[in-house]
């Protein structure tokens, strides 16, 4: 530690009367210590602000004055300071008395009894000095922890700043990346898209350019397979948007109880003319297999596409094994799995023989478009509309596989809860034909689905009335118009064709509504959404589709 300042180690005396003070201070010269006199209490307290090692302090000078200055100066000494005070007194002296009253209030006070030996002075004025050099040396501790701590705390500042902005650079960085793969995947998406309907459009273009021509020439012969060709076109693009929509899980489901094990056995002979003779199908059916829940159309499409995915897997031959059986699963297996809820679910397995698929490609099995078939041999949406349908059904599909071993996927459905609703029965001598003066609202903001829709209905002997939207069909249901049936698109511009019906039904109660739609989110899952008395089909449909539906809704309602 550096040598301190002489002004830090004097000592300060207050001896007024007599030569005590200059006697003193003669003394602590002699051996080597500096000092100073003051004349009064006053004038100590100021020099001992500017520095001191002690105080000598003769008793009478503290008797009948105001000792407040020199007790604030010492309450107010910081932590590590407890100056020294040699207090004189005299032998049997009336301040004597005093001397024990003012050690209390005075603190580190050391007696001194006059006439007192130079030595006793100069020894205790060297203790009084020694400690003061330790408190000095703690004051400087502490000034270096003081010091240290505020490195420290600049330090970890510093730190902190840089975390926050590295922090921010790396979610920066993420977000960009994140950005970027979204784009890519939309990039990915849109170009399957453009490169599957550019196919369907061209043969849908071409086979009506080419009737046209003919019909221009008089040339009537061979209409049909253009006019195959163009529907078949058009089945492919309708097919594929209902696939893109199971996707995203926007498809319309229709879900009811379905007992899976009827429905797999009903399309066995279907999956086998599906396979290639060198591979052999079997069935391994649950006899306890609970009833399920989900739309018996979608599903037969789910696995449709596993057998024929499995049977592209076994070129050279092999086995297919279609399994069914109940599963509970609990939370440490849904816990992976996000929206997916412990419980009871029935679980449709088809398991191969075939190559296997490594780690890379089940990643991406469930992605858009994502194949590894040669070009023009597969799109890519078999497993993504898989994918969708499982979740939209509030269950879920895992895929396990072995390169060289084979591939099984599992498709979890939940259990249907509550009473099975018995089949309705159908009538064979239901006729699309219709009844006199049956006649039907159609809402669609479409021209051209709206005049393909009339003329439908129409050829068949429905009267029809036409809206573009519901402002404008709202007069024709307050009206005295007979409706047998209100035909309407979910999303018409303005009040969609849900509101639309509500206000219908309050002023005809037994209105039956026929929706049509291409994609409703909020009509996605028909539960909820369907009221008693409400049907729905998706867009693009057939005309057999729409008349049976008609004459199935009117003739229910019965005519009026």
């Given at each position: 530690?550096?040598?301190l300042?002489?002004?830090?180690?004097?000592?300060?005396?207050?001896a007024p009367?007599?030569?005590?003070s200059?006697?003193?201070?003669?003394?602590?010269?002699?051996?080597?210590?500096?000092?100073?006199?003051?004349?009064?209490?006053?004038?100590?307290?100021?020099?001992?602000?500017?520095?001191?090692?002690?105080?000598?302090?003769?008793?009478?000078?503290?008797?009948?004055?105001?000792?407040?200055?020199?007790?604030?100066?010492?309450?107010?000494?910081?932590?590590?300071?407890?100056?020294?005070?040699?207090?004189?007194?005299?032998?049997?002296g009336?301040?004597?008395?005093?001397?024990?009253?003012?050690?209390?209030?005075?603190?580190?006070?050391?007696?001194?009894?006059?006439?007192?030996?130079?030595?006793?002075?100069?020894s205790?004025?060297?203790?009084?000095?020694?400690?003061?050099?330790?408190?000095?040396?703690?004051?400087?501790?502490?000034?270096?922890?003081?010091?240290?701590?505020?490195?420290?705390?600049?330090?970890l500042?510093t730190?902190?700043?840089?975390?926050?902005?590295?922090?921010?650079?790396?979610?920066?960085?993420?977000?960009?990346?994140?950005?970027?793969?979204?784009?890519?995947?939309?990039?990915?998406l849109?170009g399957?898209?453009?490169?599957?309907?550019?196919?369907?459009?061209?043969?849908?273009?071409?086979?009506l350019?080419?009737?046209?021509?003919?019909?221009?020439?008089?040339r009537?012969?061979?209409?049909?397979?253009?006019?195959?060709?163009?529907?078949?076109?058009?089945?492919?693009?309708?097919?594929?948007?209902?696939?893109?929509?199971?996707?995203?899980?926007?498809?319309?489901?229709?879900?009811k109880?379905?007992?899976?094990?009827?429905?797999?056995?009903?399309?066995?002979?279907?999956?086998?003319?599906?396979?290639?003779?060198?591979?052999?199908?079997?069935?391994?059916?649950?006899?306890?297999?609970?009833?399920?829940?989900?739309d018996?159309?979608?599903?037969?499409?789910?696995?449709?596409?596993?057998?024929?995915?499995?049977?592209?897997?076994?070129?050279?031959?092999g086995?297919?094994?279609?399994?069914?059986?109940?599963?509970?699963?609990?939370?440490?297996?849904?816990?992976?799995?996000?929206?997916?809820?412990?419980g009871?679910?029935?679980?449709?397995?088809?398991?191969?023989?075939?190559?296997?698929?490594?780690?890379?490609?089940?990643?991406?099995a469930?992605?858009?478009?994502?194949?590894?078939?040669p070009?023009g041999?597969?799109?890519?949406?078999?497993?993504?509309?898989?994918?969708?349908?499982?979740?939209?059904?509030?269950?879920?599909?895992?895929?396990?596989?072995?390169?060289?071993?084979?591939?099984?996927?599992?498709?979890?459905?939940?259990?249907?809860?509550?009473?099975?609703?018995?089949?309705?029965?159908?009538?064979?001598?239901?006729?699309?034909?219709?009844?006199?003066?049956?006649?039907?609202?159609?809402?669609?903001?479409?021209?051209?689905?709206?005049?393909?829709?009339?003329?439908?209905?129409s050829?068949?002997?429905?009267?029809?009335?036409?809206?573009?939207?519901a402002?404008?069909?709202?007069?024709?249901?307050?009206?005295?118009?007979?409706?047998?049936?209100l035909?309407?698109?979910?999303?018409?511009?303005?009040?969609?064709?849900?509101?639309?019906?509500e206000?219908?039904?309050?002023?005809?109660?037994d209105?039956?509504?026929?929706?049509?739609?291409?994609?409703?989110?909020?009509?996605a899952?028909?539960?909820?959404?369907?009221?008693?008395?409400?049907?729905?089909?998706?867009?693009p449909?057939?005309?057999?589709?729409?008349?049976?539906?008609?004459?199935?809704?009117?003739?229910?309602?019965?005519?009026?």
């Amino acid at each position: 530690m550096s040598s301190l300042p002489a002004v830090s180690e004097r000592a300060i005396i207050l001896a007024p009367l007599g030569r005590d003070s200059s006697l003193a201070l003669m003394m602590l010269n002699e051996a080597g210590f500096s000092g100073i006199a003051a004349t009064n209490l006053p004038m100590l307290c100021e020099e001992a602000e500017q520095g001191a090692g002690l105080l000598i302090i003769a008793a009478e000078a503290l008797l009948g004055v105001g000792l407040e200055p020199l007790l604030d100066y010492l309450h107010q000494q910081p932590a590590w300071s407890d100056l020294p005070i040699v207090l004189l007194t005299h032998h049997g002296g009336c301040e004597q008395n005093a001397s024990s009253h003012l050690s209390a209030r005075l603190g580190n006070i050391t007696l001194l009894e006059r006439p007192f030996h130079p030595v006793t002075l100069i020894s205790l004025v060297s203790t009084a000095l020694r400690g003061r050099r330790r408190q000095y040396e703690a004051r400087d501790r502490l000034i270096d922890l003081s010091q240290s701590e505020l490195r420290l705390q600049r330090t970890l500042e510093t730190l902190e700043q840089q975390v926050e902005e590295r922090t921010a650079q790396l979610r920066t960085n993420e977000e960009a990346l994140r950005q970027s793969q979204k784009m890519e995947a939309v990039g990915q998406l849109t170009g399957g898209i453009a490169h599957d309907f550019n196919n369907m459009l061209t043969g849908i273009i071409g086979s009506l350019e080419l009737l046209r021509r003919r019909l221009a020439r008089g040339r009537l012969d061979d209409l049909d397979s253009l006019i195959d060709l163009g529907v078949t076109s058009a089945n492919r693009a309708a097919g594929l948007t209902h696939r893109l929509l199971a996707f995203s899980r926007r498809q319309s489901l229709d879900s009811k109880p379905v007992e899976i094990n009827q429905l797999v056995t009903a399309m066995g002979e279907l999956l086998q003319r599906s396979l290639n003779e060198s591979i052999v199908l079997q069935m391994q059916l649950d006899g306890q297999l609970w009833t399920a829940e989900a739309d018996p159309n979608q599903l037969e499409s789910a696995l449709l596409n596993l057998a024929l995915n499995a049977r592209d897997a076994m070129p050279d031959g092999g086995r297919l094994v279609v399994q069914t059986r109940n599963r509970h699963l609990d939370n440490m297996f849904t816990a992976a799995y996000g929206t997916l809820t412990p419980g009871d679910y029935v679980e449709l397995s088809v398991s191969d023989t075939g190559c296997g698929m490594p780690d890379t490609v089940i990643s991406r099995a469930f992605d858009p478009f994502f194949t590894t078939k040669p070009i023009g041999q597969g799109t890519g949406l078999g497993l993504s509309m898989i994918y969708g349908f499982a979740r939209q059904s509030h269950g879920h599909v895992t895929i396990h596989s072995v390169v060289g071993q084979g591939t099984t996927v599992s498709l979890f459905l939940p259990r249907f809860v509550g009473e099975i609703p018995a089949d309705m029965p159908h009538d064979p001598t239901l006729l699309p034909f219709a009844n006199c003066g049956e006649t039907v609202l159609i809402v669609e903001d479409d021209p051209a689905v709206r005049v393909l829709v009339s003329q439908v209905l129409s050829e068949l002997g429905y009267a029809f009335v036409e809206a573009s939207d519901a402002d404008s069909a709202l007069p024709i249901i307050e009206s005295s118009q007979r409706i047998d049936l209100l035909i309407s698109d979910v999303g018409l511009p303005g009040m969609n064709g849900r509101q639309l019906a509500e206000i219908g039904r309050q002023i005809r109660p037994d209105l039956k509504v026929l929706f049509i739609t291409g994609y409703a989110e909020h009509a996605a899952v028909r539960g909820g959404f369907l009221d008693p008395g409400m049907q729905l089909i998706t867009k693009p449909f057939t005309f057999d589709l729409l008349t049976a539906k008609v004459r199935e809704m009117i003739r229910a309602s019965g005519s009026g």
